[in-house]
Nanobody, 129 residues
Framework: QMQLKESGGGSAQPGGSLGLSCIASGGSLRFSNYALGWFRQAHGKEREFVAA????????FYADSVKGRFTVSRDNGENRMDLQMDTLEPEDTAVYYCASKYSLRREVYYTSHADYSDWGQGTQVTVSL
């Protein structure tokens, strides 16, 4: 089982930027064999998909609500995935989670939280004046 830990959450004003990181540790399989994703959950709402990347990192996919504003990337050599969030909106306020799923396929990504097996503890992002 892989352990995931998010960092970088905090507060920003509308139009501002924040960056999140997710560091993986443990597990017996290589980090580059895992598809990764970011999800978020606002207070009183269900967890929703934000962004995903394939095991190789060559392909990324975004929710419509963040497309063009958020950028997901990964560094398989450092067991890390990042989420750069620009032009933040109050609606981006949520707890952000990273997740992983083992995959033998190199260019596959997942958008459903049910597909992922390992999760971080989450980091709070608050966007307000």
């Amino acid at each position: 089982q892989m352990q995931l830990k998010e960092s970088g959450g905090g507060s920003a004003q509308p139009g501002g930027s924040l960056g999140l990181s997710c560091i993986a540790s443990g597990g017996s399989l290589r980090f580059s064999n895992y598809a990764l994703g970011w999800f978020r959950q606002a207070h009183g709402k269900e967890r929703e998909f934000v962004a995903a990347t394939t095991p190789s990192g060559a392909v990324t996919f975004y929710a419509d609500s963040v497309k063009g504003r958020f950028t997901v990337s990964r560094d398989n050599g450092e067991n890390r995935m990042d989420l750069q969030m620009d032009t933040l909106e109050p609606e981006d306020t949520a707890v952000y989670y990273c997740a992983s799923k083992y995959s033998l396929r190199r260019e596959v990504y997942y958008t459903s939280h049910a597909d992922y097996s390992d999760w971080g503890q989450g980091t709070q992002v608050t966007v307000s004046l």
